[in-house]
C-alpha cells in the first residue's frame, strides 16, 4: 500500500528531474509592475529551436523514468479499457434525402469509416420503426471516406466539415493532419472518386457550406493568429485562387461562424466576440447574392439563428435577458421580429431545434441545472407564427443525466436526441414529436459485464465561501457498507473541475473512468461557477473580476467530500483540462495541503502574460472572458490568481502535467514554464511531471486506441498516487 503522504518518486534507477536554466528576461513593465521571467526562452513560436526541443525531450524522458515501475499497470488499464470497446460498431443512421448516412468502426482500426446507403422507398419522413435493415436491407454500402486509409500519411488525423452535396454527389471534408486545428479542403466525386481541387485550399477552420446548386462551396480560413476571420466562395472545377472572398471580418474580437438552417434554405453568416455576435444570410438557392443583415452587431448582445417556414427563429441574450428570449421574425423583414418564447430567469435557453412543423427548445433548469426538451407544434407553412401553443415536455426518470440534440432530418416529424447519466452509457432516441412516442435507438455498447446496478449516484451541495450552494455529482461502485447516498467508509476519491466559458461539464457517462471506478475509486463533478452547469448568472459569476469564485467553490467542494468522510487528504485527487488546468493551477496555490495528486492537462496557466501579449493565438478575443490586463484592475485582480505568478515556497501534491506542441490554444511554453518553476519553488519531494506530446495539439492523439494509452498514463499516475495500485516503488510515494 503507498502512504499516506506521498514523499519522492526518485531513486537510484530515476534521474534528477530536468532543471530548465534560467535566462534573464524583463516583462514589460505594465502599471508600474516589473515582472521577470527567467524561463521565457522556453516559448519558441516555429517549435524547431533545438533546446527547447531538448528540454522537452529531457522532461518525457524523466515522466516516463518516473512511471517505469507503472508499465504493467498501465498496460492493465489499456487493455482493460480497450476491453470495454466493441470494436466493430455503427452509429444510429441519420435518414438524408434517398440515403442513411452513417459511420462504422473496423476492429482493430482507429479511425471512422464514412458510409451510406439508398433507402428502397426513396426519401420521406421516416418513422420510429425503421431500421437500415429494414429500410435498406438489399442496398450495398457506398463508403465515401475512409479515415484509416487517409490517415497513414501523417502520425496525426482528424477531419472536420464532412458535408454531402445537396444531389448526394460530391463531398467536401477538411483534414488535419498535425493537430494544429488549421485544416485542408478536400472536395471528392463520390461516383468516381476524384479528387475535384486543382490544388489544395489549406488554413481552414473547419466550417464549409454547400450552395444549393451543388457546385458552390462556401469555406473560412484562419488569419496567423488562428482566427476565422474570411469567407470564400468556391466554384466546383475551378482554380481555388480565382475563389471569391465574401465576407471579412476585420475586428481582431471577432470570430467568423458559417453555417446552413437545418431547412436548407439559407446560409447563415455569423461574426462573433466571447460575448457579442450579429447574424448574416445568403439564399443557398442563390450563391452569388449578397450577404444580407439579418441582426444588427450590438455589444454583449448575442443572436443564433435558424429558420422554418417563412420564417427565422432568433435566439437573442442580452445583459437584461441573460438567459435569451426566442425571436421569431419574417424572412422579407428580419427587422420585424417579435418574441415567441420570453425570458425566463430561471431557465436558459440552450438549443432550438426547428422542423417543418415543430420545434423543439433545449433549456437548462438554474436551479437543477438539469436540460429540458419541450415541443411545440407551428402553423403550416404560408401561415403566420406569431405564438406557440402550449409545449409538451420530454419526461426522464433519473434525478442527473445529460441531454444534448443529435441530427435531425427537418423535413418529419422525428425528433433524435442523445442522453446519458454519470451510470448509463449514451443513449441515441428517436422521439416522435406529433405522437410523444419515444424509441431507443442505441445503447452505446459497454463489453466486459458492465451493469449499472452495481453503482450508485448522488448529487450533493457544498457550501462556498459566500455562502452560494454548489452541486457535486458523484457516482461510485456499490459495495459493503456503501449506501444510496454515500458509499461508506472514506475511500480513493478523484475530483474533476472545469468552470470557464459557460461550458457545463454535466453528470455523463464515461467507460474509460469504469478502471478508476472499479478499483475503489469515487469519481466526482464539482459544477463551478463560470461553467454552464446552473444558467448565465452562473457563469458571470466566475468570470472577470468574480473569477476566483470558480477556484474558492472547487476547493469548498474538496472540503465538503472531506467533511463528510467521502474521502481524505491524503486519498483525494483532482483534474482539470484548458481553462480546467487554470483550475487546478490555482488551487493548488490555494490549498496544495487538500490533495494528494493534480493531474493538470493542457493547463492554462500564464494568465497574466498571455493576455498582455495580442501575438499569442486567441488573447483578443479573450479579453471578454477574463478582462482586459491593459486596465489597471484587471491586470491586479489576474495577477493575483494567475498560477505561474503565484507559485510559492510549499509542499505541493503529486503533480503530473501535459502538453500538446503544435496546441494553438494554449501554448505548451505555459505548461513548461509552470513546471520549471514549481520544481524550483516546492518543498517536497513528491513528483512532479511534464508529459509534452510532440506529435499532436490541444486534444491529444487522434487515434482511440492511441488516446486510450495516453488514459491509461493518466490514470496510472493517479492510481499510484493514490495508493490503489501495486508497485515496485510504491512506499517510496
Request: aromatic share 10%; charged share 25%.
Amino acid at each position: 500500500m503507498v502512504a499516506s503522504a506521498a514523499s519522492s518518486g526518485e531513486s537510484a534507477s530515476i534521474p534528477a528531474p530536468p532543471r530548465a536554466k534560467k535566462v534573464p528576461y524583463k516583462l514589460p513593465v505594465i502599471h508600474g509592475d516589473e515582472r521577470e521571467d527567467p524561463y521565457y526562452w522556453l516559448r519558441d513560436d516555429k517549435r524547431e529551436d533545438p533546446e527547447v526541443l531538448s528540454h522537452i525531450q529531457a522532461e518525457n524522458e524523466y515522466t516516463q523514468a518516473v512511471m517505469a515501475d507503472s508499465k504493467d499497470l498501465q498496460e492493465t488499464l489499456y487493455k482493460e479499457m480497450r476491453g470495454r470497446i466493441k470494436e466493430e460498431d455503427q452509429s444510429v443512421p441519420l435518414r438524408k434525402g434517398p440515403f442513411f448516412y452513417y459511420k462504422r468502426t473496423e476492429e482493430g482500426k482507429q479511425y471512422s469509416v464514412h458510409c451510406r446507403r439508398k433507402i428502397a422507398a426513396g426519401e420521406g419522413p421516416g418513422s420510429l420503426e425503421e431500421t437500415l435493415e429494414s429500410a435498406a436491407a438489399n442496398e450495398a454500402e457506398e463508403i465515401l471516406l475512409d479515415e484509416n486509409e487517409e490517415s497513414k500519411k501523417s502520425e496525426f488525423y482528424q477531419v472536420r466539415g464532412f458535408k454531402i452535396s445537396p444531389n448526394h454527389k460530391l463531398l467536401a471534408y477538411a483534414e488535419d493532419t498535425v493537430g494544429g486545428e488549421k485544416y485542408t479542403l478536400h472536395i471528392k466525386d463520390l461516383a468516381s472518386g476524384q479528387e475535384l481541387l486543382t490544388k489544395p485550399i489549406s488554413d481552414l477552420s473547419g466550417s464549409v457550406v454547400w450552395a444549393n446548386d451543388n457546385e458552390t462551396l462556401f469555406y473560412t480560413t484562419k488569419d496567423h493568429l488562428d482566427r476565422p476571420f474570411k469567407l470564400w466562395r468556391h466554384k466546383v472545377g475551378t482554380d481555388p485562387s480565382e475563389d471569391a472572398l465574401v465576407f471579412h471580418e476585420e475586428d481582431d474580437a471577432f470570430y467568423l461562424g458559417l453555417g446552413k438552417t437545418e431547412s436548407d434554405r439559407y446560409i447563415i453568416v455569423s461574426p462573433g466576440s466571447a460575448v457579442t455576435s450579429n447574424a448574416l444570410f445568403l439564399d443557398a438557392d442563390k450563391p452569388e447574392g449578397e450577404l444580407q443583415m439579418l441582426t444588427p452587431r450590438v455589444q454583449n448582445v448575442e443572436v443564433n439563428v435558424t429558420h422554418s417556414g417563412g420564417h427565422f427563429l432568433i435566439t437573442r441574450r442580452s445583459e437584461e435577458l441573460f438567459n435569451s428570449e426566442l425571436l421569431v421574425a419574417p424572412v422579407t423583414d428580419p427587422t420585424a421580429s417579435r418574441t415567441l418564447l420570453p425570458h425566463d430567469p430561471s431557465a436558459r435557453l440552450d438549443d432550438v431545434e426547428p422542423f417543418e412543423r415543430h420545434i423543439a427548445i433545449f433549456a437548462r433548469d438554474c436551479q437543477s441545472g438539469l436540460t429540458t426538451i419541450t415541443v411545440y407544434d407551428l402553423p403550416e407553412s404560408g401561415q403566420p407564427l406569431e405564438t406557440l401553443p402550449e409545449g409538451r415536455k420530454i419526461q426522464f426518470d433519473e434525478s442527473a443525466f445529460s441531454l444534448e440534440p443529435e441530427s435531425s432530418q427537418f423535413k418529419s416529424h422525428i425528433l433524435r436526441f442523445g442522453y446519458t447519466s454519470l451510470k448509463t452509457p449514451y443513449s441515441t432516441y428517436d422521439y416522435d414529436l406529433t405522437t410523444g412516442e419515444r424509441a431507443l435507438k442505441k445503447v452505446q455498447p459497454v463489453l466486459g459485464g458492465f451493469d449499472p446496478a452495481k453503482y450508485r449516484t448522488a448529487r450533493v451541495w457544498a457550501t462556498s465561501e459566500d455562502g452560494t450552494k454548489v452541486p457535486i455529482s458523484l457516482v461510485w461502485q456499490n459495495r459493503e457498507g456503501s449506501s444510496d447516498a454515500h458509499p461508506g467508509a472514506p475511500g480513493p476519491l478523484h475530483l474533476y473541475g472545469y468552470g470557464s466559458y459557460e461550458i457545463p461539464i454535466d453528470a455523463s457517462f464515461s467507460a474509460n473512468r469504469l478502471a478508476l471506478i472499479d478499483r475503489g475509486v469515487t469519481f466526482a463533478i464539482a459544477h463551478i461557477r463560470g461553467g454552464g452547469d446552473l444558467g448565465r448568472k452562473w457563469y458571470e459569476n466566475g468570470k472577470y473580476l468574480h473569477k476566483k469564485n470558480t477556484f474558492v467553490d472547487f476547493v469548498s467542494a474538496a472540503e465538503h467530500l472531506i467533511k463528510d468522510k467521502w474521502t481524505t487528504p491524503n486519498q483525494l485527487s483532482i483534474e482539470g483540462r484548458s481553462a480546467g488546468g487554470l483550475l487546478i493551477g490555482a488551487t493548488l496555490n490555494l490549498r496544495p495541503d487538500l490533495f494528494q495528486a493534480a493531474l493538470a492537462g493542457v493547463p492554462f496557466v500564464d494568465v497574466l502574460t498571455t493576455m498582455l501579449d495580442p501575438t499569442i493565438p486567441l488573447t483578443t478575443i479573450e479579453w471578454e472572458e477574463w478582462g482586459n490586463p491593459q486596465e489597471e484592475e484587471y491586470y491586479r485582480y489576474m495577477k493575483s490568481y494567475s498560477p505561474i505568478d503565484n507559485v510559492k515556497a510549499a509542499e505541493y501534491p503529486n503533480v503530473l502535467v501535459t502538453a500538446g506542441l503544435h496546441d494553438p490554444r494554449v501554448g505548451y511554453w505555459e505548461p513548461a514554464k509552470w513546471v520549471a518553476k514549481l520544481r524550483e519553488a516546492k518543498t517536497d519531494d513528491r513528483l512532479l511531471m511534464f508529459k509534452c506530446d510532440t506529435g499532436a495539439g490541444h486534444f491529444s492523439k487522434s487515434g482511440r486506441f492511441d488516446k486510450l494509452q495516453e488514459t491509461a498514463f493518466e490514470y496510472a499516475f493517479l492510481l499510484k498516487c493514490l495508493g490503489v495500485a501495486p508497485s515496485a516503488s510504491d512506499s517510496k510515494l
